[in-house]
T-cell receptor, first 116, second 113 residues
Framework: DAKTTQPNSMESNEEEPVHLPCNHS???????IHWYRQLPSQGPEYVIH???SNVNNRMASLAIAEDRKSSTLILHRATLRDAAVYYC?????????????????FGQGTILTVHP | DAGVTQSPTHLIKTRGQQVTLRCSPK?????VSWYQQALGQGPQFIFQ???????QRGNFPDRFSGHQFPNYSSELNVNALLLGDSALYLC????????????FGNGTRLTVT
């Protein structure tokens, strides 16, 4: 499985933008870049995903480098509720009988601390 | 619309015993995956079930087995428990045809003494 590299921790102030980087230099052409986050005492929560183009949703934006070897998750205005572990994951697809399956390979993630 | 539900939330077992954990997927989802999360680590993929069959498996021994029922719910069984099996066990579901995102439950905390 292609691996990702993230900083162990980052800090931000409330209401400021946060840029969470991820390196994935061995990404293959069919790997999607997924971001999940895990709040304390909860299961992981989907944030956003993309393949080549930048993506926006109500939670965040995903900026993907042109060579796809890195990406950045952008939280436009951090809140205290955004304090979590953020995981950057390459989604590996295994085709079986024409139906694609996927497992998520989690790394250590980035612990985001948001200061009031 | 209930999300992924897991039971029990906490469990204490003795080394050598067997345990069964249960998961009900989010409504409309048909595939279920199980993950093990040790303290301070990211979740590790155990296996995935679709159409009542194991479709993918991670690097876990045969002591870990599972089942998916016709209503898409799933069980994770662990035999001959070891102290190292103490972890948070997470269940995730998705629609194989409609959705990219996995929806996770809040997990079962298993402690082996």
């Amino acid at each position: 499985d292609a691996k990702t590299t993230q900083p162990n921790s980052m800090e931000s102030n409330e209401e400021e933008p946060v840029h969470l980087p991820c390196n994935h230099s061995t990404i293959s052409g069919t790997d999607y870049i997924h971001w999940y986050r895990q709040l304390p005492s909860q299961g992981p929560e989907y944030v956003i995903h993309g393949l080549t183009s930048n993506v926006n949703n109500r939670m965040a934006s995903l900026a993907i480098a042109e060579d796809r070897k890195s990406s950045t998750l952008i939280l436009h205005r951090a809140t205290l509720r955004d304090a979590a572990v953020y995981y950057c994951i390459l989604r590996v697809f295994v085709n079986a009988g024409g139906t694609s399956y996927g497992k998520l390979t989690f790394g250590q993630g980035t612990i985001l601390t948001v200061h009031p | 619309d209930a999300g992924v539900t897991q039971s029990p939330t906490h469990l204490i077992k003795t080394r050598g015993q067997q345990v069964t954990l249960r998961c009900s997927p989010k409504s409309g989802h048909d595939t279920v995956s199980w993950y093990q999360q040790a303290l301070g680590q990211g979740p590790q993929f155990i296996f995935q079930y679709y159409e009542e069959e194991e479709r993918q498996r991670g690097n876990f021994p045969d002591r870990f087995s599972g089942h998916q029922f016709p209503n898409y719910s799933s069980e994770l069984n662990v035999n001959a428990l070891l102290l190292g099996d103490s972890a948070l066990y997470l269940c995730a579901s998705r629609s194989i045809h409609r959705g990219e995102a996995l929806h996770f439950g809040n997990g079962t905390r298993l402690t082996v003494t």
